[in-house]
């Protein structure tokens, strides 16, 4: 599945508009955002995300982490006031662009684009803490599911991950359902977005039972999964999961 309409999708909204592209308050679009005020959203969030954390009782190392969908890095920001060293990883070379001129910690924070549905460009157990909020769920699933597995891999033994991602019915790859899911939730849609005069962003899901299953097959154990609320019919999940250590 190809991620080329997202990327350009995004490499726009980066050039033109690219705090409302990430949180889109009423009134605030047009470069209309305070960057003050969007850095002061990251921060309260990896609060709130951290706090978390430390209430399901898994220890946490302080060393490496991952922000993926780092955008202008509204959230790498914010995790480098906890963490030693920040990594943010993004498909548009125009948000990056943006993220750089935004950044306050040197090279505590390292930003890199990447155009592929696979985190090959970092190391294996290379991380102790993966987040990534509302980008999963503008990749296609397939690609999406790929990015979760790599989660694990890029992950230290015992290194913990919080990704949200909504839920939706199982699909069967090259189903009927699924190549409808595609044509809905891509082409038309876009072109939908279009005719408004609205940037053509996808949003996609992954039925919980995937997801699940994804974790258990990368070496991860599940520890929570929260309701973040409901659009529609469609859940959307919080997921936290542990890297588990190799048994001996
Ligand atoms: C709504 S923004 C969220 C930014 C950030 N997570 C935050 O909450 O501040 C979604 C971001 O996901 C990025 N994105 C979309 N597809 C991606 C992919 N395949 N790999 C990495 N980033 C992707 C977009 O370029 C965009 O910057």
Redesign the pocket.
């Known amino acids: 599945m190809s991620?080329d309409p997202?990327?350009q999708?995004?490499e726009k909204?980066?050039r033109d508009d690219?705090l409302y592209?990430?949180?889109s308050r009423k009134g605030l679009e047009d470069n209309k955002w305070d960057p003050e005020e969007f850095f002061e959203t990251?921060r309260r969030?990896i609060e709130a995300v951290l706090g978390y954390v430390d209430q399901v009782g898994l220890p946490l190392h302080r060393g490496r982490a991952l922000?993926?969908?780092?955008?202008?890095?509204?959230?790498s920001q914010a995790l480098a006031e906890h963490f030693e060293r920040v990594a943010g990883?993004?498909?548009?070379a125009s948000?990056v662009e943006r993220a750089r001129d935004f950044n306050r910690h040197g090279s505590r924070v390292e930003y890199f684009v990447?155009?592929v549905?696979n985190l090959r460009i970092l190391d294996s157990e290379s991380f102790d803490f993966v987040y990534?909020?509302?980008?999963l769920q503008?990749?296609p699933p397939d690609?999406a599911a790929e990015?979760i597995r790599e989660f694990f891999r890029v992950l230290r033994p015992g290194g913990i991950a919080v990704f949200q991602v909504p839920n939706g019915p199982p699909l069967k790859p090259g189903s009927l359902r699924a190549r409808l899911y595609m044509l809905r939730r891509r082409h038309l849609r876009r072109l939908w977005k279009r005719v408004r005069g609205k940037p053509p962003v996808e949003i996609h899901y992954i039925a919980v039972e995937h997801v699940r299953a994804l974790i258990r097959e990368s070496g991860a154990r599940l520890v929570d999964e929260v309701g973040l609320g409901r659009r529609r019919r469609q859940s959307n999940l919080r997921y936290c999961a542990v890297k588990e250590a190799p048994s001996e």
């Open positions: 991620l997202v990327k999708t995004y909204l980066g690219p592209a990430v949180l990251g969030e922000d993926f969908g780092c955008a202008v890095g509204r959230l990883v993004d498909i548009s948000m990447n155009t549905p990534s909020n509302i980008t503008h990749i690609a990015y």
